[in-house]
Structures are given as structure tokens and as C-alpha cells.
């Protein structure tokens, strides 16, 4: 059977407990990338719903989404619990949340939502059951490296866009894959701009008035 291996952070988690109950096999390590790691096939980050909210608003969720691709044949993030109750006193708009699951999609990093700790440990059984059945004579894959640094190019290239006012991490995304380089889309026309979808005329003038703005110095300083 493909082991399951726990971060060890994780190992005050109810779902370790969860995972003891059902007689699950697990082995608690340091983990580089996710939570769980279900026969280095199936990568699971687990978050509860106020700290998927949270790392949309500060980013680090689509930096944990690309790690999982990287590291993961399978890479699954895990929100314990509904948003209803986080929203009545959280100010963000639901759709922002649906938005960067539809993201997190579209980049093929799967969100799936349990009612709590138990059904995350069920769901483990069954992503380890799962890997069993399609791998009879069961070889763990090589592990991959992935570097975690906010320096990685991708990364980068993603921030160098979202800074710019109308662009989210979403729309970065979906510029890069259409322009393959940040050069490219900085130096593309505006009817080039419109080609890319979600990119109106609004939005594209408010890209072009960044770009080729006189900049305007806003500190006081010696002028050379």
C-alpha cells in the first residue's frame, strides 16, 4: 500500500488522529512541498476556509499552487469547512473566492471542500486506495525538487505583472500564457492587448496610461 507521508507540522492535526482511527499507514516528516503526500502522486494542502481567503489576499496561494504542480502528478488543496460564516465578517467578495478556484482550475490544481478534519482523512484513504488500485506492482516516482523561493522566474514574472493596477495573479497568468514572455507584453500594441480574454478596452488603457506615463518623481531628491 503507497504510504501516506504527514508534514510534521502537521502532526497535531486532528487528521492525524482522524488517520489513526482508520488504521491509516502514515509516516510523519518534513514535507518541502504540501501537507500530505500520498505516494508521491497525490499532493494535499489543507486550509480551512479563513486561510484560503487569507492567502488570496496576500498571495501566497497561486506560490502554493505552483509548488504543488511542480512537486505533484496530483496536486490537491484541501478547504475544511464552508464560507459562510468566515464571510459574515470577512470583507471580500465571494466571487474573489470562486475566481481563484476557477484559477486554480484552469492550472489543474484541484479544490476540494470536506466538512472537517475527518472527511480530509477519509478523502486520504481514498486518494491512497486509489493509487494502490492503479498501480499493482506499486514503484514510488522519483521525488522532484522544487525550489521555494519567491525569486523563482515564474513567480517573478507573475508579480511583475499583478503590480500593475488591473491585473490580478489570474490575469497575469492568462497574459503569460498568451505573450510566453513579460517582454512581449509590454511591448505589444493595444489591439494585441485585446486578444488576450478578459482584457476590455477599460482595462487595456489602464495598462498602456502605466506604461507610457512620463513618471513624475515623488520624492524630493538632487536631479542630475
Known amino acids: 500500500m503507497p504510504l501516506i507521508l504527514v508534514d510534521d507540522r502537521e502532526k497535531r492535526s486532528p487528521v492525524v488522529e482522524e488517520l489513526q482511527r482508520l488504521g491509516v499507514e502514515f509516516k510523519i516528516e ?3 512541498v504540501a501537507d500530505y503526500d500520498v505516494g508521491g502522486v ?3 494542502e489543507r486550509k480551512t476556509p479563513g486561510d484560503f481567503i487569507n492567502s488570496i489576499i496576500d ?6 499552487a505552483t509548488y504543488l504542480r ?3 502528478e496530483v496536486p490537491i488543496i484541501v478547504v475544511e469547512g464552508g464560507f459562510s460564516r468566515v464571510l459574515r465578517y470577512r470583507r471580500i467578495n465571494p466571487h474573489a473566492i470562486f ?9 489543474k490544481i484541484s479544490v476540494i471542500q470536506t466538512a472537517g478534519p475527518r472527511e480530509t482523512a477519509e478523502l486520504l484513504l481514498v486518494l491512497q486506495k486509489r493509487l494502490e488500485k492503479k498501480k499493482r506492482t506499486y514503484v514510488p516516482p522519483s521525488k522532484k525538487r522544487v525550489i521555494k523561493m519567491n525569486t523563482s522566474v515564474p513567480v517573478v514574472q507573475l508579480n511583475l505583472l499583478s503590480s500593475i493596477p488591473g491585473i490580478s495573479f489570474e490575469m497575469a497568468d492568462k497574459i503569460l500564457r498568451y505573450f510566453k514572455t ?3 507584453f509590454f511591448a505589444a500594441p493595444p489591439s494585441e492587448l485585446k486578444k488576450v480574454p478578459g482584457l476590455g478596452e477599460k482595462r487595456v488603457k489602464r495598462i498602456i496610461a502605466v506604461l507610457d506615463t ?3 518623481p515623488l520624492y524630493a531628491g538632487d536631479e542630475e
Not at 498571495?59 to 502554493?64: E, I, K, S, T, V
Not at 475566481?99 to 492550472?107: F, K, Q, R, Y
Open 182 to 184: 513579460p517582454r512581449r
Open 59 to 64: 498571495r501566497r496561494l497561486f506560490d502554493q
Open 99 to 107: 475566481g481563484a478556484m476557477a484559477a486554480l482550475a484552469e492550472n
Open 30 to 32: 518534513r514535507l518541502d
Open 42 to 44: 497525490y499532493g494535499v
Open 70 to 72: 511542480e512537486a505533484f
Open 214 to 216: 512620463i513618471y513624475t
